[in-house]
């Protein structure tokens, strides 16, 4: 299975509460442009995570399934609703 990386860009803020907490800011495929935002500031920093290279059939077939599983959802409401 061919991977490829994926870089999760993260910046340090303080939240509501006072605590220092991680935010994701953004994601990019390049290594460099990763750098430029560790570089941007000593808050910032970022993930490296592998990606599987069919990740796009594997949103589709994500999207297929929850659309068949409210559709399912709205055939049993519907039959409920019959059945009244």
Same mark, same amino acid.
């Given at each position: 299975?061919?991977?490829?990386?994926?870089?999760?860009?993260?910046s340090l803020r303080v939240d509501s509460k006072g605590d220092v907490?991680?935010?994701?800011?953004g994601i990019t495929f390049s290594l460099h442009e990763a750098e430029l935002h560790r570089a941007d500031?000593?808050?910032n920093d970022y993930e490296r995570f592998q990606i599987n290279a069919n990740w796009? *059939?594997?949103?589709?077939?994500? /999207? @297929?399934v929850i659309a068949?599983?409210?559709?399912?959802?709205?055939? *049993?409401?519907?039959?409920?609703? /019959? @059945?009244?």
């Amino acid at each position: 299975m061919e991977m490829f990386d994926a870089y999760v860009l993260t910046s340090l803020r303080v939240d509501s509460k006072g605590d220092v907490v991680s935010w994701n800011v953004g994601i990019t495929f390049s290594l460099h442009e990763a750098e430029l935002h560790r570089a941007d500031g000593v808050t910032n920093d970022y993930e490296r995570f592998q990606i599987n290279a069919n990740w796009q *059939e594997d949103a589709s077939t994500t /999207a @297929l399934v929850i659309a068949m599983r409210e559709f399912r959802s709205m055939v *049993e409401e519907m039959q409920r609703e /019959a @059945l009244r």
